[in-house]
């Protein structure tokens, strides 16, 4: 059975860092392209990143608001998936998503979402 | 990239069927053969119900379809039951990897 958790989501002053790690098990890690997916309260979804597998150069994307700012990472020893965060911004407050990827743009499995909060 | 156009709502009466409209441009909708489509209940991680504009994952009922007309992509819930109530996301490829979602469509179950 697919199994993605999420973890390292909190409060954060704005400009502060955190970041977010995504165990994934039941599946070939090593594989799968993954993604980050955020959802602010009372939102729609937000796609922000994505990366591919090391097999085809691990290569990584962002979208605009997060460019710069945020770092996708793996750990393909660990079946683990980071996202770096800093500079933060209240804008950024929000439940982030680990997803893989199906195919070449769609998000098959979901973990349940950690909460990052930045306020001051 | 902005995100595409999905009605804010729709509502069927079980047994009906409801089409759930997802708009975009020629450089996502139109461009690629990529669109997606997710369930959420509330306080729940989201479900993809159709990928590749018209696949369905295994486990997704065949109630589901998706289609596409030049820029406007669709999902057609026949069959409507309770269950289906939830808020429903449409997704897009963009071009070099990055991906647009709609803004989400509340599906109320009369």
């Known amino acids: 059975e697919v199994q993605m958790v999420e973890s390292g989501g909190g409060l954060v002053k704005p400009g502060g860092s955190l970041r977010l790690s995504c165990a994934a098990s039941?599946?070939?890690?090593?594989?799968?392209?993954m993604n980050w997916v955020r959802q602010a309260p009372g939102k729609g979804l937000e796609w922000i990143s994505h990366?591919?597998?090391?097999?085809?150069?691990?290569?990584?994307d962002y979208a605009a608001p997060v460019k710069g700012r945020f770092t996708i990472s793996r750990d393909d020893s660990k079946n683990t998936l980071y996202l770096q965060m800093s500079s933060l911004k209240s804008e950024d407050t929000a439940v982030y998503y680990c997803?893989?990827?199906?195919?070449?743009?769609?998000?098959?499995?979901w973990g349940q979402g950690t909460l990052v909060t930045v306020s001051s | 990239q902005s995100a595409l156009t999905q009605p804010r709502s729709v509502s069927g009466s079980p047994g009906q069927s409801v089409t759930i409209s997802c708009t975009g441009t020629?450089?996502?909708?139109?461009?690629?053969?990529?669109v997606s489509w997710y369930q959420q209940h509330p306080g729940k991680a989201p479900k993809l119900m159709i990928y590749?504009?018209?696949k369905r994952p295994s486990g997704v009922p065949d109630r589901f379809s998706g289609s596409k007309s030049g820029n406007t992509a669709s999902l057609t819930i026949s069959g409507l039951q309770a269950e289906d109530e939830a808020d429903y996301y449409c997704?897009?490829?963009?071009?070099?990897?990055?991906?647009?979602f709609g803004g989400g469509t509340k599906l109320t179950v009369l």
């Open positions: 997803t893989t990827t199906l195919g070449i743009a769609a998000a098959g499995f």
């Open positions: 039941g599946f070939t890690f090593s594989n799968a392209w």
């Open positions: 990366i591919k597998s090391k097999s085809v150069g691990g290569t990584t």
């Open positions: 020629s450089s996502d909708v139109g461009g690629y053969d990529y």
């Open positions: 590749d504009v018209n």
């Open positions: 997704c897009s490829y963009a071009g070099s990897y990055i991906w647009v």
